[in-house]
């Protein structure tokens, strides 16, 4: 199985930048398709952006534009490059390791956008 750890999360100003990091503990790593979800308090969790084993990326429309998911499979990480964070960016922040039937989720990281 895969064991996922996020990183990277803090309070940051409407505007800023920040960047997520998701390390992952097994080499086989680079086969699993790697997502970005966040859930704000009361609502649904909700996917952000992801990255496929072959390398293309798919992103939410509130993020695109802002928002960059990139892989390193060297270091078994995967990142997410977030820039002009908005309020409505706040939210639980969890990284996710999928497949086949396979689905493994890190304990995810706070990320908070206020002034």
């Known amino acids: 199985q895969v064991q996922l750890v996020e990183s990277g999360g803090g309070l940051v100003q409407p505007g800023g930048s920040l960047r997520l990091s998701c390390a992952a503990s097994?080499?086989?790593?680079?086969?699993?398709?790697m997502g970005w979800y966040r859930q704000a308090p009361g609502k649904q969790r909700e996917l952000v952006a992801v990255?496929?084993?072959?390398?293309?990326?798919n992103y939410a429309d509130s993020v695109k534009g802002r928002f960059t998911i990139s892989r390193d499979n060297a270091k078994n990480t995967v990142y997410l490059q977030m820039n002009s964070l908005r309020p409505e960016d706040t939210a639980v922040y969890y990284c996710?390791?999928?497949?086949?039937?396979?689905?493994?989720w890190g304990q995810g990281t706070q990320v908070t956008v206020s002034s």
């Open positions: 097994r080499s086989i790593f680079s086969f699993y398709a």
């Open positions: 990255i496929t084993s072959s390398g293309s990326r």
């Open positions: 996710n390791a999928a497949l086949d039937s396979a689905s493994y």
